[in-house]
């Protein structure tokens, strides 16, 4: 059974910083391509970052310049180093395999930007 437990979450001010982590269940089940999600109140849930096994990277343009993927693979976790947050970054966050499978996504982080 594949098991991602996401945490990191909290309530951060507009300009402030969170570090997110995700957590495999098991070596194997950190895939190839690992991405962080997110899902905003009334919005369908979104790509935001995806991270290779050899650490290439892609971001959404919303997040370019903020936001940091990288990954542990010794750890099997994945991090999402997020800089210079906005309001319009709250959301629950999630981490899952690109393409994501609808049977592994977990309990998720909230993150929620305000002052």
């Known amino acids: 059974q594949v098991q991602f437990v996401e945490s990191g979450g909290g309530l951060v001010q507009p300009g402030g910083s969170l570090r997110l982590s995700c957590a495999a269940s098991?070596?194997?089940?950190?895939?190839?391509?690992m991405g962080w999600y997110r899902q905003a109140p009334g919005k369908q849930r979104e790509l935001v970052a995806r991270?290779?096994?050899?650490?290439?990277?892609n971001y959404a343009d919303s997040v370019k310049g903020r936001f940091t993927i990288s990954r542990d693979n010794a750890k099997n976790t994945v991090y999402l180093q997020m800089n210079s947050l906005k309001a319009e970054d709250t959301a629950v966050y999630y981490c899952?395999?690109?393409?994501?499978?609808?049977?592994?996504w977990g309990q998720g982080t909230q993150v929620t930007v305000s002052s």
């Open positions: 899952n395999k690109v393409p994501p499978s609808p049977n592994y």
């Open positions: 991270i290779t096994r050899v650490s290439s990277t």
């Open positions: 098991a070596s194997r089940f950190l895939f190839d391509a």
